[in-house]
């Protein structure tokens, strides 16, 4: 079926009626959000930027999700839209008996189709480390997970059944993270033309409290360690001195160990490192003039791409925690974790008044509810606002300041 086709459909819809096709062109581009109402499946409401909304219908024609503009909702009542979006899914199944031979007929792959398909065209973005963690999550909670049902079929009760079962067969953290890798799956599958848009019924699913056991290093604790890392840099023995390197980029840029442990020459380019395997997929990370210089000091050997090589194995180094308690100690920071690296680069950017989005960025966070845990950092600075947006109100209404002591 064609869109000229389709058109045709609606205008004749619009004409039986009552109204007016004469309105408006819709704006073209990606819409803001989509409110489904339930009168029929795929009717819905499409609200743009611009603050426009419109009518729509999403259903299948021709074994692929299509999307028609019924038009806008300032022209159109919801009664006429209604009965529009009725003969539009009517003229839609036209030839079509999808209660005679649903399996046939469908064009939504199965949950264990569509799940070997999202390995195959979205795992590649991730890290080894990621893949690997992923896989095992796949391999104990996913491949049996729903067993026969066809992926635009999934619902809340599905998930929450699930989610339920879940809890029972492994920790809260890791339940977090199988729901998390879910929830990206069934998004992608409305990207790509098998569900309705804004129909993720992991959406409902309240994920299980987590405790944040990560610490940041005050000003004080920041200062002793650096004394440290400095010293060691300067070590004798190179795979020491490559680990206080690693672990002085991990405070100057916040990023995780494996980004740091498995760059190549050729991914320092400048004043920035491109990522090719980040946590969340292949990103940019800017550096300072600190981060370069420390850059600067790393050796070089012939045909050697790994940044962070191992002079005495011959290989790249993976890892550097037996260094790293050795450091930590001297520093007297008992307890603290090479992760924790990253979280004070977040913790001080916020308490210099970097906004969250900035912050986002820098770490490469994939949302903002990542980030929003540093929140709370700022709330000195937020106090000093207030009172200096009082001061000025104060000033500004003649009111003298005794009479606001009282």
Same mark, same amino acid.
């Given at each position: 079926?064609?869109?000229?086709?389709?058109? =045709?459909?609606?205008?004749?819809?619009?004409?039986?009626?009552?109204? @007016?096709?004469?309105?408006?062109?819709?704006?073209? &581009?990606? #819409?803001?959000?989509?409110?489904?109402?339930?009168?029929?499946?795929?009717?819905?409401?499409?609200?743009?930027?611009?603050?426009?909304?419109?009518?729509?219908?999403?259903?299948?024609?021709?074994?692929?999700?299509?999307?028609?503009?019924?038009?806008?909702?300032?022209?159109?009542?919801?009664?006429?839209?209604?009965?529009?979006?009725?003969?539009?899914?009517?003229?839609?199944?036209?030839?079509?008996?999808?209660?005679?031979?649903?399996?046939?007929?469908?064009?939504?792959?199965?949950?264990?189709?569509?799940?070997? *398909?999202?390995?195959?065209?979205?795992?590649?973005?991730?890290?080894?480390?990621?893949?690997?963690?992923?896989?095992?999550?796949?391999?104990?909670?996913? @491949?049996?997970?729903?067993?026969?049902?066809?992926?635009?079929?999934?619902? *809340?009760?599905?998930?929450?059944?699930?989610?339920?079962?879940?809890?029972?067969?492994?920790?809260?953290?890791?339940?977090?993270?199988?729901?998390?890798?879910?929830?990206?799956?069934?998004?992608?599958?409305?990207?790509?033309?098998?569900?309705?848009?804004?129909?993720?019924?992991?959406?409902?699913?309240?994920?299980?409290?987590?405790?944040?056991?990560?610490?940041?290093?005050?000003?004080?604790?920041?200062?002793?360690?650096?004394?440290?890392?400095?010293?060691?840099?300067?070590? *004798?023995?190179?795979?020491?001195?490559?680990?206080?390197?690693?672990?002085?980029?991990?405070?100057?840029?916040?990023?995780?160990?494996?980004?740091?442990?498995?760059?190549?020459?050729? @991914?320092?380019?400048?004043?920035?490192?491109?990522?090719?395997?980040?946590?969340? &997929?292949?990103?940019?990370?800017?550096?300072?003039?600190?981060?370069?210089?420390?850059?600067?000091?790393?050796?070089?050997?012939?045909?050697?791409?790994?940044?962070?090589?191992?002079?005495?194995?011959?290989?790249?180094?993976?890892?550097?925690?037996?260094?790293?308690?050795?450091?930590?100690?001297?520093?007297?920071?008992?307890?603290?974790?090479?992760?924790?690296?990253?979280?004070?680069? #977040?913790?001080?950017?916020?308490?210099?008044?970097?906004?969250?989005?900035?912050? &986002?960025?820098?770490?490469?966070? #994939?949302?903002?509810?990542?980030?929003?845990?540093?929140?709370?950092?700022?709330?000195?600075?937020?106090?000093?606002?207030? *009172? =200096?947006?009082?001061?000025?109100?104060?000033?500004?209404?003649?009111?003298?300041?005794?009479?606001?002591?009282?």
């Amino acid at each position: 079926m064609t869109a000229l086709a389709l058109r =045709q459909v609606v205008a004749e819809a619009l004409a039986r009626v009552g109204a @007016d096709s004469n309105f408006v062109r819709v704006p073209k &581009g990606k #819409a803001r959000s989509t409110t489904w109402l339930g009168i029929e499946h795929g009717f819905g409401i499409r609200h743009y930027p611009s603050g426009r909304s419109v009518y729509i219908v999403q259903t299948r024609m021709g074994g692929r999700l299509r999307t028609v503009t019924l038009g806008p909702a300032s022209v159109l009542t919801r009664d006429q839209a209604t009965k529009v979006a009725r003969m539009v899914l009517a003229y839609a199944q036209v030839g079509q008996d999808p209660a005679t031979d649903r399996a046939r007929i469908r064009s939504a792959p199965r949950f264990d189709d569509f799940l070997d *398909e999202f390995w195959a065209k979205w795992a590649v973005r991730w890290s080894a480390k990621t893949f690997e963690v992923n896989s095992g999550y796949r391999r104990n909670y996913l @491949d049996q997970a729903f067993v026969g049902v066809f992926i635009d079929e999934l619902n *809340e009760a599905h998930i929450t059944e699930w989610f339920a079962d879940l809890n029972n067969q492994t920790g809260p953290g890791a339940a977090n993270m199988v729901l998390s890798l879910l929830r990206l799956m069934l998004n992608k599958a409305e990207a790509w033309g098998y569900r309705l848009e804004n129909t993720n019924p992991c959406r409902i699913v309240r994920m299980n409290k987590r405790k944040h056991c990560e610490r940041f290093l005050t000003t004080d604790e920041l200062h002793r360690l650096g004394e440290v890392l400095a010293a060691e840099r300067q070590a *004798e023995d190179r795979a020491r001195a490559l680990a206080a390197t690693a672990a002085t980029l991990l405070l100057l840029t916040g990023c995780r160990r494996g980004e740091i442990l498995s760059l190549h020459w050729k @991914d320092l380019r400048g004043n920035r490192i491109k990522l090719r395997h980040g946590k969340t &997929g292949p990103r940019t990370v800017w550096l300072g003039e600190e981060a370069r210089a420390i850059f600067g000091t790393i050796p070089r050997y012939n045909r050697i791409d790994w940044i962070f090589w191992n002079p005495r194995y011959r290989r790249p180094m993976t890892s550097f925690d037996h260094y790293w308690h050795e450091f930590r100690d001297a520093a007297k920071l008992p307890g603290l974790r090479v992760h924790d690296l990253r979280h004070t680069f #977040a913790s001080h950017a916020a308490m210099n008044k970097e906004t969250l989005p900035m912050i &986002g960025r820098l770490l490469g966070h #994939a949302n903002i509810q990542s980030t929003s845990r540093y929140a709370h950092l700022d709330d000195e600075h937020i106090l000093d606002a207030a *009172e =200096q947006i009082g001061t000025a109100v104060e000033r500004m209404m003649g009111l003298p300041g005794d009479l606001l002591m009282q």
